[in-house]
């Protein structure tokens, strides 16, 4: 893989990753932009001892463009994108529209005594899986799915070495359903200036259980329980299984995890990476196959932070969508929404077997 960084018009840096050695990329950004936004600001919750950002930028983000008028298109002639080059294989470059940021124009004031304000320090990037703007990660062949794993892995820890970031997550979000505004294949990583509420709460657990079992890993312990079952399994290799968790909130919720304790995508091997994609393709196109449409899903990596309680953390992908049937979607309501209490529609054991039939 050859990596090639660039600065955009405004400063934004753009990194290709190439599956070529002789790939050039000194096609220069000939759009005439404004200065990136300013950092957003981040109010703490005292109520739930969380962090919320309030980034007003956003509202004037790009929304459903036509397909004519992708941004994460090549620039071919005088119709320039974010990427300035007429092809690519995998590019990384820092969201125009960033949550997070590093550029902090002014400390914020104090809202009350209980709600401290901070800058939202850190980083939002986009990864474009590919040029072709009709394709689908479940189209991608294993190769490109290895150089979009190398590249999530190269952000990992370049962000993560960044001053006060302390998690680095990586997502992909697929479907009008879920809430997209663009519809080239694309995914975001997010480096947080703090460990995020759900990663809090999965550490908790796996600390607890390291307490009672003298370091059991919990994530492992539980893999291991379900590749002994294997009710819920729904497929696996020699180095990965995607099973159905036995208390999966979503209607189709998947993990994909190595065998191997990892704490992220870094830290897995040549052989792990290369057995990746052919599973997780597979996966995807059982998705897809279950109502025989494009299923809306969100892939999200659950990576362990970068300073704080690596040795809990267990690497893995969780795949789930909010279609639970060929008509209908899974809404986040009363329950869910307001107490944070899911309620599933499908048991995950039904899920599984569905998934192994589709």
Request: proline share 9%; net charge negative.
């Amino acid at each position: 893989m050859k990596r090639t960084a660039i600065d955009l018009a405004d400063g934004r840096e753009l990194i290709y990753f190439d599956e070529r050695d002789d790939a050039v990329r000194d096609q220069p950004d000939r759009r005439d932009l404004p200065p990136p936004p300013p950092a957003s600001q981040l109010r703490y919750d005292p109520l739930t001892d969380e962090w919320v950002a309030v980034a007003v930028h956003r509202q004037t983000r790009i929304f459903l463009p036509p397909a004519n008028e992708c941004p994460l298109d090549p620039s071919v002639g005088d119709r320039l994108t974010e990427i300035p080059a007429p092809d690519y294989d995998v590019v990384v470059f820092e969201n125009r529209f960033p949550s997070l940021s590093g550029r902090v124009a002014e400390e914020p004031g104090e809202i009350t005594p209980f709600t401290p304000v901070r800058p939202g320090l850190g980083r939002c990037e986009v990864v474009c899986f590919t040029s072709d703007h009709n394709a689908s990660f479940a189209s991608l062949p294993p190769r490109r799915v290895r150089t979009v794993l190398d590249a999530l892995a190269d952000r990992t820890e370049v962000l993560g070495a960044l001053p006060g970031v302390e998690q680095i997550f990586c997502f992909e979000n697929r479907g009008v359903e879920i809430g997209v505004t663009l519809h080239h294949p694309h995914g975001q990583i997010y480096a947080y200036p703090f460990v995020t509420p759900r990663t809090r709460a999965l550490l908790a657990a796996a600390r607890r259980h390291a307490e009672r079992t003298g370091g059991g890993n919990l994530y492992a312990d539980v893999l291991a329980a379900e590749r002994a079952t294997g009710d819920r399994v729904v497929a696996e290799n020699e180095h990965w299984t995607a099973f159905v968790p036995a208390a999966a909130r979503w209607p189709f919720e998947v993990h994909v995890a190595p065998h191997r304790v990892v704490p992220d995508i870094p830290a897995l091997s040549d052989s792990e990476r290369d057995a990746f994609g052919p599973l997780y393709l597979d996966l995807l196109r059982r998705f897809d196959g279950l109502f025989d449409m494009p299923m809306p899903y969100i892939s999200a990596w659950h990576q362990a932070p970068v300073r704080v309680d690596r040795e809990l953390g267990h690497l893995h992908l969780q795949l789930f969508s909010i279609r639970r049937a060929q008509d209908k979607l899974k809404y986040l309501a009363g329950s869910e929404s307001g107490m944070g209490v899911f309620i599933n529609d499908i048991a995950p054991e039904r899920a599984a077997e569905l998934l192994r039939a589709a």
